[in-house]
């Protein structure tokens, strides 16, 4: 008898502007070269999915559908659909709300396995959503918390303890292989955050520090790259006016060359409310960068506070300027720190490390 490789389906939210996408994407890459595993990418269509990058993991050979998105029940019937056609042995569905569509659909088309990836530690989860989610759980193999933090969050909606696990999240090493190649001191002492513009996000925080370290003799040019809602980023471009720190801050938008930013900077910042397990802090470690990041759940367990980087309270401006001063006025302290940043990233958080975790839970629930 052939050995068939087992055949998983990652659904997932076409918005690109988050974790979840962007997690789904590298491990339907890796597994492309997996011997175990055969692997399709399905994206739900939003609003905003740019028919570019579609377009571009076509050509780069990502095995790729993409279902409607514009009502809940359209997602589902063409997702069944196509269940039934490449008749997967897993449905992995990746982040809210897509988890709950995902499964009905991997339900109904007799799906023999499912998981669910929660990615990160907060959700508008409404009661109504809640308890759809508990009664998945009980039809589902395993769920997933890209984190620690995540999966402590998912066991106190009600998950059960004995299929609830954390994978943590990874990213491709190989964009930031020659970080060597560009050392701290020859770097432009600047700060680099990639967020988007959201609730989640606390660029204001941010704004507020940059303002402060002015007014201690610091001018410190900040690139904030990065999409999200002009609601969002308005109110940000009129801080930094208020603040007079404009000619200090640019507002990138979406940019394709974050890695290259990373290596040309030695500070990288990750202000934020809550988190998954943020693959921009990721990033930034990767790349050899001194990071600064809000200590939130999900982020405390990517970070040794003093060691690899520095933790910030939440929302507290003055926290965050007094650690970026640190980094400015003791660049060998900096430099260090970003050294052990790079080692974490190099051994706990590569693409490959992450797809070998889900590769054996796929192997461990077929089998």
Request: include cysteine.
């Amino acid at each position: 008898m052939s050995h068939r490789r087992v055949r998983v389906l990652h659904f997932v939210t076409g918005g690109f502007s988050g974790g979840a996408t962007q997690v789904a994407i590298q491990l339907v890459n890796a597994a492309r070269d997996s011997t175990q595993i055969e692997p399709l990418l399905v994206l739900r269509r939003k609003r905003r999915t740019p028919a570019a990058r579609i377009t571009e993991l076509e050509q780069a050979g990502v095995p790729l559908r993409v279902v409607p998105g514009w009502s809940h029940l359209a997602t589902i019937v063409a997702l069944v659909k196509l269940c039934r056609e490449f008749q997967p042995d897993v449905l992995v569905a990746h982040g809210f709300s897509e988890h709950l569509w995902g499964r009905y659909a991997g339900l109904l088309a007799y799906v023999p396995h499912l998981v669910h990836v929660e990615h990160n530690t907060r959700e508008r989860y409404t009661r109504w959503r809640r308890a759809q989610t508990r009664w998945l759980a009980k039809r589902t193999d395993r769920i997933v918390g890209c984190s620690e933090g995540v999966r402590q969050v998912l066991l106190e909606m009600g998950m059960p303890p004995e299929r609830t696990i954390a994978i943590p999240n990874g990213i491709r090493l190989d964009l930031f292989s020659d970080a060597e190649a560009h050392p701290f001191a020859a770097r432009i002492p600047g700060i680099v955050m990639v967020a988007r513009y959201s609730k989640q996000k606390d660029h204001a925080s941010l704004l507020h520090a940059i303002a402060l370290l002015r007014q201690r003799g610091l001018d410190v040019p900040l690139q904030l790259a990065g999409g999200g809602k002009t609601l969002h980023r308005k109110p940000l471009e009129a801080l930094a006016e208020r603040l007079q720190i404009q000619d200090l801050v640019s507002f990138l938008g979406v940019v394709r060359d974050v890695p290259q930013r990373l290596l040309a900077h030695q500070i990288c910042v990750l202000s934020t409310h809550y988190e998954g397990m943020p693959l921009a802090l990721l990033e930034g470690m990767a790349a050899g960068c001194a990071v600064v990041a809000s200590a939130v759940p999900g982020v405390r367990e990517v970070l040794t506070d003093g060691e690899d980087g520095l933790l910030v309270p939440e929302a507290n401006p003055e926290a965050l300027a007094d650690a970026l001063e640190r980094l400015i006025r003791q660049p060998d302290a900096a430099a260090k720190m970003a050294a052990h940043a790079r080692a974490a990233a190099l051994t706990r958080h590569s693409r490959e490390l992450m797809h070998q975790r889900y590769e054996q839970l796929f192997l461990d629930i077929t089998h």
